[in-house]
């Protein structure tokens, strides 16, 4: 059984760069597939010898289960067609039961955020950003965590995170919603890569509307160990636009990044301020080599990294003159007919009717 969702054409002149948009489209707001509502899209990768693609949910077991979904995309290179849903997938838990919704047990509750997919294993990886909520009332502390399942949605194993990302009651540690964002497999799917979105407290301030020291901090593991075995530091930009009004809320974090190859990453940035529908969306090239590992490093507020990951601006979609949503997840995708790579990025609508699920459709320049 398929489903499809009609798409909104945009139209768009770009100069020639390294990422050239070719196409976005929008998948309706509480579109319905298997008896599941779609939207809050956080993840998204590619299975090249399926060919589907795997997105996630980051409902938390509050309209339906926790999820995430396969499907077709019939593109070419001028535009995407359709999108046709093939399946809704249970994230279970190790006792092989659904994850239980906020109401039913906070401690439990899974936010998921990215979802990445190993062919060799034929397993998909999905990290949680956990719960951090302290008031007067109530306390609900859950670290974050990175789980692997097989495509049933079975678990399998998680991975061991090192301890300064245990959540805690003071600030001390990860923030709230800046956790574990961002995940890419690299070294042919032995080692895994997980960004924070955020600054820990003991690294340093969230992004300002000036240049700040923002560290966030990058983890790579060994998939082979289950384990963390270097630890990088990146600087954020700074927010994008001031918010209205003044004082209010906003943000710059990393809620998504992509192996590339020769020890280079793509990362997302992604900023928005109250006032504002849109984000400001930025991707950076980042190198590995030469970065020292921080690991021994408690505190980079208190010890500033002297060799932190360099990083080089390929995009602003803010220039592209298009309206650029919530975007959470990006991943390479099967080659265009002209033979070049394609490049997906997918935006999460928070099951809000102000926002919307759009998917970017890039061709990727080679000399990338």
């Not at 042919?188 to 509307?209: C, H, K």
């Not at 600087?235 to 020769?262: Q, R």
């Not at 280079?264 to 969306?281: D, P």
Request: charged letters at 20%; a neutral charge; glycine letters at 6%.
């Amino acid at each position: 059984m398929y489903a499809c969702s009609p798409f909104k054409k945009v139209t768009v002149q770009v100069t020639p760069q390294s990422l050239r948009l070719i196409d976005v489209y929008d998948i309706p707001y509480q579109f319905s597939f298997r008896e599941t509502t779609v939207g809050g899209l956080s993840g998204i990768d590619y299975d090249h010898k399926q060919q589907i693609f795997y997105t996630i949910s980051d409902d938390r077991s509050s309209l339906q289960p926790a999820r995430f979904y396969s499907m077709k995309i019939l593109f070419n290179d001028q535009q995407i067609d359709t999108v046709l849903f093939q399946q809704v997938v249970t994230l279970k838990q190790p006792n092989g039961q659904p994850y239980p919704s906020s109401k039913e047990n906070p401690q439990q509750t899974p936010d998921p955020e990215a979802i990445r997919y190993d062919p060799i294993q034929k397993q998909l990886i999905w990290t949680s950003e956990g719960e951090r909520i302290v008031t007067a009332k109530d306390t609900v502390i859950a670290d974050p965590s990175i789980h692997l399942v097989d495509k049933t949605g079975k678990y399998i194993r998680s991975l061991s995170l090192p301890d300064n990302l245990r959540m805690s009651a003071m600030e001390k540690g990860p923030r709230r919603n800046g956790v574990v964002e961002g995940a890419t497999f690299a070294n042919n799917y032995q080692t895994l890569f997980v960004s924070l979105e955020e600054p820990r407290y003991e690294d340093g301030p969230q992004a300002a509307l000036e240049p700040n020291d923002a560290w966030v901090r990058l983890y790579q593991f060994n998939m082979a160990y289950g384990k963390a075995v270097a630890q990088y530091a990146y600087k954020l930009d700074p927010v994008a636009y001031a918010p209205n009004p003044a004082g209010s809320f906003m943000v710059n974090g990393i809620p998504d990044i992509m192996d590339i190859g020769n020890n280079r990453l793509l990362v997302m940035e992604r900023s928005f301020s109250t006032g504002r529908l849109a984000c400001t969306i930025k991707i950076f090239m980042v190198d590995l080599n030469g970065a020292e590992d921080i690991s021994a490093v408690k505190s980079l507020k208190n010890a500033p990294p002297q060799k932190p990951l360099r990083k080089k601006l390929l995009l602003n979609l803010d220039e592209l003159g298009i309206y650029t949503d919530n975007v959470e997840g990006m991943c390479l995708g099967p080659r265009l007919k002209n033979g070049k790579r394609s490049l997906w990025m997918i935006a999460d609508n928070n099951f809000s009717p102000l926002e919307r699920s759009q998917l970017f459709l890039f061709e990727v320049n080679e000399s990338l």
